[in-house]
């Protein structure tokens, strides 16, 4: 209780802080360099150095934090991955080296290439389908929301009911995981699921796709209802079927936002950490990337440099979306 | 549209939509419905049996041979194995490799003269001819119907026992000031890029863009160093509320700058360019007239910034403390999934409080949810 009344009044105080840098910075602005009810050559020199200054008032606080959380960090990163556990020495190129080496990494590489392969993939197909099918019944909007939701769901909280659905328990005893009953039910063996080497990856994808497909599915549907009519009218005319118009009309003028889905899922993958974390903390060769860096940041007392070194993978893999993310945003402020 | 409602096609697009449904949502009333259940029966039997009765093989112990009662000449032991409830045994035994050796009501024969029986009502009896001697009971294996039964006790365990409820606090503690603080910061932000006239302008919308991506794993070793040696020098703990509210900001600007951006730059130019020519600064159009207009996408990013934080783990793990007034309710689920990982009443009803607030967050701001994704990535994004 007392830690909550000391984070309501924090928050009151960093609000107020906040308000107070922008209202007061803005008044000693106007107070230096008056333009209200002047004229002549004074006002309109003053009005265009507080022109010249305000922007910068404006966006003070948000750059001072994008340097020091996000600029910042990148370059310090290279910079660690290049040095030693405690990041003092220059060791050159030797985490690197020892990484592509390492049975543990190259494993974490194998599996998130799985990862990347399946998850944007199985996401987006599932999205596109479901956006396709409710957008012609009437409580689409239910079913919607309904596979909309897991969304707000964290990925531990994910975790513990996938988990829950692929409880094993021993042979012969009533299963309580969904997946071993249903399997029983049909005549097979249970089977520990998240133990089985290689497979085990693919029942963790399961439950980013579970996730992400309401992500995919929401602008898909936005992008379905974005195609001009005319043309659907026009092969239907023409007598075109329904798959037809579907994969020959629909599908090729949605592929700008495909491409958006599958990258924006692609990079949560990169990312993904919490699942295998919960489900195996990378055993049964279930690691990846991001776990991996987690581990090795504190594994025995903390090596920075490897830890940095597969952060700085990550992030190459990241760089092309970043760059087509950029180039996209600056055509778009062309055509403004 | 495409396919008429005559079409017996709709019906396939029914059932597939249903199916779908169902694929989807199962999951988490399973986890919802197991939440809800006797520990007991959890533990022996699927969710998805929790309406009909189970059968369940239970041991039992009778009472010790202390309070057997002189009666007709004979040495009776009495009690009864289902405390309450409407729970029926249908078999009993007192081998363990033949539990089910008698029907319930029948007379067992233990040896040295005795006899056990055991009723339909859980009630037993052990009738000796001689006086019964040691201390522990006689053990009773039985199989007993047991009848559906919900509970709210896995709650009141996990809320006090397992810290859930502590660390409920910590994480309102988290989200709600860094979903608040950003805003703030952002919305300026974002109006200087969208309306203000300054050099280097486009670029700075480009690192914004870029900075969307940038792998949260690539700050967390430079931030953490760096909050250790700001927490050395001023002689303060590295790990503090203040330091991840803001890390949480730092990691959700790019976004936040991004949505508002482009959201305010779609406002019409012509009411910033009357209200200049009537002697309003800048910061008197941001204030009275830009921010009220961009409610929707401030509601918008603070939804997503509150999902986030509060579903955030790494972040938490790294730049927060794992003491009791500082563990979130991720954290907490991670060390449960470690420490209490076959009790699944815990983790059940431990999960489901951590996803609850989120849940009634999307149930009633969908509507600004969607808005935001759509703003946030149909755009170039």
Redesign the interface.
């Known amino acids: 209780?007392q830690?909550?009344i000391?984070?309501i009044a924090?928050?009151a105080a960093?609000?107020l802080g906040?308000?107070a840098y922008?209202f007061g910075t803005?008044w000693i602005l106007?107070k230096l360099f008056p333009s209200?009810g002047l004229t002549g050559p004074v006002a309109s020199r003053n009005l265009r150095i507080?022109?010249?200054i305000?922007?910068?008032l404006?966006?003070g606080?948000?750059?001072f934090?994008?340097t020091?959380?996000?600029?910042?960090?990148?370059i310090?990163?290279v910079w660690?991955s290049l040095h030693d556990r405690a990041?003092e020495n220059f060791v050159g190129l030797n985490n690197f080296i020892w990484m592509f080496n390492d049975g543990e990494f190259r494993q974490s590489i194998y599996n998130n290439f799985l990862w990347l392969l399946v998850v944007p993939a199985a996401a987006t197909f599932?999205g596109l389908?479901?956006a396709a099918?409710?957008?012609?019944?009437w409580w689409?909007n239910i079913?919607k929301?309904?596979?909309?939701?897991?969304?707000?769901?964290?990925?531990?909280?994910a975790?513990?009911?996938?988990?829950?659905?692929y409880?094993y328990r021993a042979e012969g005893?009533?299963?309580?995981?969904?997946l071993n009953?249903v399997v029983v039910y049909f005549g097979g063996t249970p089977e520990a699921w998240v133990t089985l080497p290689f497979w085990n990856n693919f029942f963790l994808m399961v439950i980013l796709i579970?996730i992400q497909?309401g992500?995919a599915m929401?602008?898909l549907s936005?992008?379905l209802r974005g195609i001009p009519e005319e043309t659907?009218e026009a092969a239907?005319i023409d007598g075109a079927n329904?798959l037809q118009?579907?994969f020959k009309i629909m599908i090729p003028q949605m592929w700008g936002?495909i491409a958006?889905?599958w990258t924006?899922i692609t990079?949560l993958v990169?990312?993904v950490?919490?699942i295998v974390?919960?489900m195996t903390n990378g055993q049964w060769q279930s690691q990846v990337l991001?776990n991996l860096?987690?581990d090795w940041?504190f594994r025995g007392g903390g090596d920075?440099g490897r830890?940095?070194a597969?952060?700085?993978i990550?992030?190459v893999l990241?760089i092309p979306?970043?760059i087509w993310?950029?180039r996209?945003?600056?055509?778009?402020?062309e055509g403004? | 549209?495409?396919?008429s409602s005559r079409s017996p096609?709709?019906w396939v697009?029914?059932i597939?939509?249903i199916l779908?449904?169902v694929l989807?949502?199962?999951?988490?009333a399973?986890?919802l419905i197991?939440s809800l259940r006797d520990k007991d029966q959890?533990?022996?039997?699927?969710?998805?049996t929790a309406l009909s009765t189970s059968s369940q093989n239970l041991t039992g112990r009778a009472a010790s041979p202390d309070e057997q009662v002189e009666r007709d000449g004979k040495f009776v032991i009495a009690g009864n194995l289902l405390e309450g409830g409407d729970s029926k045994v249908s078999a009993f035994g007192f081998r363990p490799l033949q539990p089910t050796a008698f029907e319930a009501g029948a007379l067992a024969d233990i040896g040295d003269g005795q006899t056990l029986t055991v009723k339909d009502d859980g009630s037993y009896e052990i009738v000796s001819p001689t006086r019964m001697e040691g201390s522990r009971g006689q053990r009773i294996f039985y199989t007993a119907a047991i009848p559906p039964r919900f509970t709210f006790d896995n709650y009141r365990e996990v809320m006090r026992a397992a810290g859930i409820g502590a660390s409920f606090?910590?994480s309102?503690?988290v989200a709600?000031?860094a979903t608040?603080?950003p805003i703030?910061?952002?919305a300026?932000?974002a109006?200087?890029?969208a309306w203000?006239?300054?050099p280097g302008?486009?670029i700075?919308?480009?690192?914004?863009?870029?900075?969307?991506?940038?792998?949260?794993?690539?700050?967390?070793?430079?931030?953490?160093?760096?909050y250790n040696g700001v927490g050395a020098f001023l002689g303060v703990p590295a790990k503090t509320?203040?330091g991840i509210?803001?890390?949480h900001?730092?990691?959700g600007?790019?976004l936040a700058?991004y949505l508002l951006r482009n959201y305010m730059?779609g406002l019409p130019r012509e009411i910033m360019e009357s209200a200049r020519v009537d002697?309003a600064?800048?910061?008197d159009i941001?204030i009275k007239i830009i921010l009220p207009l961009s409610f929707p996408a401030l509601a918008s990013f603070s939804i997503f910034q509150f999902?986030w934080t509060?579903?955030?783990?790494?972040v938490a793990?790294?730049f927060l403390g794992t003491g009791n007034?500082e563990l979130v309710l991720?954290g907490r689920?991670?060390n449960l999934?470690g420490s209490r990982g076959g009790n699944?009443e815990i983790?059940?009803a431990?999960?489901f409080i951590?996803?609850i607030v989120?849940?009634i967050?999307?149930?009633t701001l969908?509507r600004y949810?969607?808005r935001g994704?759509?703003a946030g990535?149909?755009?170039?994004?």
């Open positions: 209780m830690q909550l000391f984070a924090t928050m960093g609000v906040c308000a922008f803005n106007d209200k507080t022109n010249a305000r922007p910068w404006f966006l606080p948000a750059l934090s994008l020091i959380y996000l600029i910042y960090p990148v310090a990163s660690l990041g599932f389908i479901i099918l409710t957008d012609r019944i689409g079913a929301t309904l596979i909309f939701m897991p969304m707000a769901i964290s990925f531990v909280g975790s513990v009911i996938w988990k829950f659905i409880d005893t009533a299963q309580i995981g969904l009953a579970w497909t992500f929401v602008i936005a992008a659907i239907v329904g118009i579907f936002t958006v889905v924006t990079i990169l990312k950490f919490d974390l919960a991001a860096m987690f940041m920075f830890g940095a597969i952060a700085v990550i992030m990241v979306i970043m993310n950029i996209n945003a600056a055509k778009e402020m403004h | 549209m495409i396919a096609l709709v697009v029914h597939s939509v779908l449904v989807w949502t199962l999951p988490t399973g986890l197991s959890l533990a022996v039997s699927g969710w998805w606090i910590n309102l503690t709600i000031p608040i603080i703030l910061v952002a300026f932000a109006y200087a890029l203000m006239k300054f302008r486009s700075l919308i480009a690192v914004v863009v870029g900075l969307l991506v940038v792998p949260l794993q690539m700050s967390l070793i430079p931030l953490l160093k760096l509320y203040v509210w803001l890390a900001m730092g990691f600007l790019p700058i730059a002697g600064s800048d910061f941001f999902l509060w579903n955030d783990l790494l793990m790294v007034n991720t689920l991670v999934l699944w983790l059940t431990s999960a951590t996803i989120p849940l967050v999307f149930f969908q949810l969607v994704l759509l990535s149909v755009k170039g994004g």
